[in-house]
């Protein structure tokens, strides 16, 4: 049986979205439920894939398919495709499975030439109207089909009707027209070396190959890998009769939505024009009018319109966005799609649609992405600002947000114009730990350097501060404080912008829109609770981290990473003596005195997070993190200890390592020197010892081990803290429970989990350095090649931001399996970045994680995400234990 490419719009259904594109398939669907919609068929979106094997070429079978479909539109319509008496003319349209609203093409008015264009004008007696859809039509084709640049025919219009005397193309008068006609050709004749063709046939035929071809232009392509739609095959092109908005004021165009899209109000919100094209609303050539207006002109059409957005919107249960034309006091509808929102107006409308007994709470949950609940947390900028600035740079999307502010090289810079009330970007090549005082001041964080997981981009996220990392198309000049772009030169002191959802760096302040939790948020995390099973935690290295975390509904900490108090100033001194030390004795005076401080860390963080469950994380990065890096902050230490300068230095150089992250750190410090894993395992008891004291509850510290990659390893250190914790219970008179676990992210420790369970009382997920071991990829120099990788499909998203299900993914579950395997009740949870990854939620939901931890301001993405993947999985908990049932049905 010969394949069928396309299908009449009365031969399908919505349910056939990825053959027929969404709006192929809501065609149908609208025809189906008898609504006006101009008759047409549905090139699939298999033959646009056939198209691009069979070298962009038209096969003979598919051109025979569409002469059978094109003689049956000529006879539901009574008029000809050739005909110079009464032509039928039709609009080309793409449309792919998911909507990309304005990333394709479009051609209307396809057919008209130099003799249908009179037999139009005859037929409808209005010349005016003909050679205004003629114009039109030579436009479109010139642009989508040869790329002829639109300014060369609009400068022809403008130059018309300032002739004219008039401002409106709608006051020109059918003689000008012809006129602009003429001119048109004449450019297109320029510019292509040939007429405007006259064959309707092989208008069509170069028609759908544009539309096609606009699958892979460079702007589908970009919203596609935006918003990770990658698995579809190829455009629909719908070819449908033309009705017709410009045949004088009792005709018009317009785009409706069935509810508001910015609040979600249960009220038609759109615009729409008179004597127009629906080109003209989206092109912004005139000012659309309210909708309200048109119950006001025509408000029998109004009402039929109202009918119908009624009608679609009870029969898909969704908000639509409605495209339609009048067409001389008659109503069609061209277009019907779910429609693009906001994520206030998509919380709104959802838990509207529930309460109006429309849709289930599961559905009412699963129509939010949960990366829109950003939108909610971070100021973002406004939209019509954005359209107008000027773009300097790209790079990565690494914590969400709208910042602007002056250029500032150094955080001392930043701290300066923070004490004069300027807002500043700090701009560097990389951000290390001794930046922290000036990214906290600091509005944005721009880095030339550093991937996703990034210094920059993970302490950006945790303070909840707009971060593009990794903008290798800017070149950082910390020294001669300047960064060249392409197109010129900026200094300290120059205003950028940067739109952390997007990546995008612009020149100059763009105006904000401060978005706040508000409408139904509430009720809609009321139902998240309900549904979820795993616990959300938060990764927190601060009281204040924390105290946010639990604002946004995080149920404990997953993650406090003991490294970052180590470099705030009232210890780095005493730290840094703990590191130089030349002995047992020395390194012990340093610990002891940083032992008060560290313990009144935890303690803090306990009186925040109160019963609920709290995982700290011993000392992992290198040593060497902890050392000034700037000759006056090394002569500084000098001077205050017993090294002279050369001998300090040659230390420093030491403690440097060819390859740190693999090397010195985690454990491996702990084993080394367990004095200061002894350190923070008393800091943690003494402090949950008092907190308990005080406030008369019970709390379960639990003590994680980094690093992890021969349960020897986990033995050993864990013995080490356990002694000490005894002298503490010994010392205060007092116990309390307390669990000590591991980190699993050396591949070694996945493969031999069973015998690290024996040890272990919980296993969490460093997915973050996971990956890293596994792919062979370094975190901080992977942005360098990553986007070329995900470009040409070798990987499908960067692994740093979504979890390799296949390679790293594989590991995680071994480890799972064989550590649940000894503790059948083992809790397991994971604290790298994917924890807040919705993609990567979905996958350790259907794994049976306990709990996933992340960044305080992606607890409420994680939280939708983690509803949405127990709905998915239909997960329940049992009452008692930690341990997740999973039933795949």
Request: contains cysteine; hydrophobic residues 40%; proline residues 4%.
């Amino acid at each position: 049986m010969t394949e069928k490419y396309v299908y009449d719009f009365n031969e399908g259904k919505k349910e056939m979205k990825e053959l027929l594109g969404g709006k192929g398939a809501n065609l149908a669907e609208m025809t189906n439920l008898l609504l006006p919609v101009p008759p047409g068929f549905t090139l699939t979106t298999e033959s646009c894939n056939r198209f691009f094997n069979e070298n962009k070429k038209i096969w003979s079978s598919l051109e025979e398919e569409i002469n059978i479909h094109l003689k049956a539109l000529e006879q539901a319509t009574g008029k000809k495709f050739s005909d110079l008496e009464n032509p039928l003319l039709v609009s080309v349209r793409s449309g792919a499975a998911q909507s990309m609203p304005g990333m394709m093409d479009t051609i209307l008015n396809l057919g008209l030439n130099d003799h249908s264009v009179i037999g139009l004008a005859k037929n409808t007696a209005d010349e005016r109207f003909a050679y205004d859809s003629y114009r039109r039509f030579i436009q479109m084709f010139s642009d989508v089909v040869m790329e002829i640049p639109k300014t060369r025919f609009e400068s022809i219009l403008e130059n018309k009707k300032a002739e004219k005397g008039v401002e409106l193309d709608k006051e020109l008068s059918g003689d000008d027209l012809k006129s602009v006609v003429e001119a048109y050709k004449k450019v297109y004749l320029e510019e292509v070396k040939e007429d405007f063709p006259q064959d309707p046939m092989v208008q069509l035929e170069l028609a759908i190959k544009a539309v096609f071809t606009s699958w892979n232009n460079p702007r589908a392509i970009f919203y596609r890998n935006m918003h990770e739609i990658s698995t579809l095959i190829g455009t629909a092109v719908n070819i449908q009769a033309m009705v017709f908005g410009n045949k004088g004021e009792t005709s018009g165009t317009g785009v409706t939505f069935t509810r508001n899209p910015v609040n979600g109000n249960n009220k038609l919100f759109g615009e729409f024009l008179l004597n127009a094209q629906g080109e003209d609303v989206v092109a912004g050539i005139r000012t659309p009018n309210d909708i309200a207006v048109l119950n006001d002109l025509m408000p029998e059409i109004y009402n039929l319109l109202e009918t119908a957005a009624n009608t679609l919107e009870d029969h898909y249960k969704d908000m639509q966005d409605i495209e339609f034309t009048i067409e001389k006091d008659k109503l069609f509808l061209l277009q019907t799609r779910s429609g693009k929102r906001t994520a206030q107006a998509a919380i709104n409308i959802a838990v509207d649609l529930y309460n109006e007994g429309k849709i289930t709470k599961e559905e009412a949950l699963l129509r939010i992405k949960p990366q829109q609940l950003e939108q909610l947390l971070h100021p973002n900028f406004d939209e019509k600002a954005v359209d107008q600035a000027t773009i300097l740079a790209k790079g990565l999307a690494a914590s969400p947000g709208a910042a602007s502010g002056i250029i500032c090289f150094t955080p001392e810079s930043v701290e300066i114009a923070f004490e004069k009330g300027i807002k500043s970007i700090l701009v560097r090549q990389e951000t290390s730990p001794e930046d922290i005082s000036g990214m906290v001041k600091a509005e944005g964080i721009l880095t030339a350097r550093g991937g996703m997981t990034s210094h920059a981009a993970v302490v950006a996220r945790g303070m909840g501060k707009c971060c593009v990392a990794g903008c290798s198309e800017l070149k950082v000049n910390e020294v001669e404080k300047r960064v060249k772009y392409n197109g010129g030169i900026l200094y300290e002191g120059d205003l950028i912008s940067l739109d952390g959802a997007s990546g995008m760096v612009y020149l100059g302040e763009i105006e904000k829109s401060k978005a706040t939790l508000g409408g139904k948020y509430d009720q809609l995390m009321e139902w998240v609770d309900e549904v979820k099973a795993m616990a959300v935690r938060t990764n927190a290295d601060t009281p204040e981290d924390a105290k946010q975390a639990l604002e946004f509904g995080a149920e404990g900490i997953g993650l406090v990473r003991t490294e970052h108090m180590f470099f705030k100033e009232d210890r780095i001194s005493s730290v840094r003596r703990m590191i130089l030390a030349d002995s047992v004795e020395e390194r012990m005076r340093a610990l002891n005195e940083i032992l008060p401080i560290q313990k009144n860390d935890f303690y803090q963080i306990y009186q925040v997070m109160g019963e609920l469950p709290v995982t700290i994380r011993l000392l992992d990065p290198p040593l060497h993190e902890f050392m000034p890096v700037k000759e006056e902050d090394i002569s500084r230490l000098a001077a205050t200890m017993s090294f002279s300068l050369a001998a300090l230095k040659e230390r420093i150089e030491d403690l440097h390592e060819v390859n740190p992250m693999l090397g010195h750190r985690g454990v491996r410090l702990g084993i080394t020197y367990p004095e200061i894993s002894r350190m923070q395992a008393r800091a943690i008891m003494e402090a949950a010892l008092e907190f308990k004291a005080d406030r008369n509850c019970e709390i379960q510290p639990e003590i994680m081990i980094p690093l992890i990659s021969d349960v020897k390893e986990l033995t050993y250190i864990k013995a080490e803290i356990e002694d000490e914790i005894k002298k503490v219970f010994t010392e205060k008179g007092e116990t309390l429970s307390y669990h000590v676990g591991t980190m699993i992210e050396v591949p070694r420790a996945a493969l031999t989990a069973d015998k690290i369970a024996e040890e272990a009382d919980f296993f969490s997920f460093g997915t973050n350095d996971l990956t890293q071991m596994g792919f062979g990829f370094s975190r901080d120099d992977s942005g360098k090649f990553i986007s070329e990788y995900m470009d040409k499909g070798i990987l499908e998203n960067g692994p740093f931001d979504t979890i390799d299900q296949e390679g790293i993914g594989q590991l995680v579950e071994i480890a799972i399996e064989k550590g649940r395997r000894i503790k059948p009740n083992l809790k397991v949870g994971i604290c790298g970045e994917h924890g807040g990854d919705p993609a990567s939620i979905e996958f350790f939901q259907k794994l049976g994680f306990s709990y996933i931890s992340c960044s305080p301001y992606r607890v409420p993405i994680a939280r939708l995400a983690a509803a949405q993947a127990a709905i998915k999985y239909h997960v329940v908990k049992e009452p008692i234990s930690d341990k997740l049932v999973t039933n795949f049905s």
